[in-house]
């Protein structure tokens, strides 16, 4: 039965060399075996012959993957579970180049991340004049709140809340706002209504202070 590849082939190379792989994205032992060193005690055929590799085997085929096949003058190809595996009963040293190596190719393959879109002229002459004033705004509402109105914001309480506070407290509590000091907030903000609108449509944004 033919399984499809678990894994699209991607290049792998350790210690300069290439690591086959299969239709089915299998990995070459002896490939690994001669980047491990080659040392003959190394040999896949004795790792193939350990009972915990015999069960991983197991394992892998009850999931369905396919995982060893032995091919004639092409060597024998493992799931890449078992290359983990085989790297381990080698030594922690070869390992540890494995995974380095399967991390290169996955840092590879990963695209980059698309550059963040500058603003606009019109954008940041936007948000230039967005941010004067909403500072200047929040200048201007400090100065009607007291250290109390402040401390019910910073507990949690909704605006809503706050606002009620601010009406019913004793004068001597909190300082009530009155219209006139929300004056300069209006105009400041209709300021930064005319300001977008002129710069949205080309034309030169009006200058603080000054007719439109």
Known sequence: M???????????????ISIRQDEQGRYCLNDLHRASGGQPRHKPSEWLRNKQVIDLVKELEKAGIPAIQSKQQLGTFVHRDMVYDYAMWISPAFKVKVIRAYDAIATQARPDPAPE????????????????????????????????????????????????????????????VHCDDLRPLAALLSELSGSVTALIEGQPAPQPGRPR
Request: hydrophobic share 45%.
């Open 2 to 16: 033919t399984h499809p590849a678990q894994n699209a082939p991607t290049a792998l190379t350790i210690s300069d």
């Open 117 to 176: 879109a500058l603003p606009t002229p019109v954008q940041a002459a936007i948000n230039r004049r967005a941010f004067i004033v909403i500072a200047e705004a929040h200048r201007q509402l400090n100065l009607t709140l007291t250290e109390c109105a402040r401390r019910h914001l910073a507990e949690g309480r909704t605006a809503a809340e706050t606002a009620d506070l601010v009406e019913h407290a004793p004068p001597h509590q909190i300082r009530l």
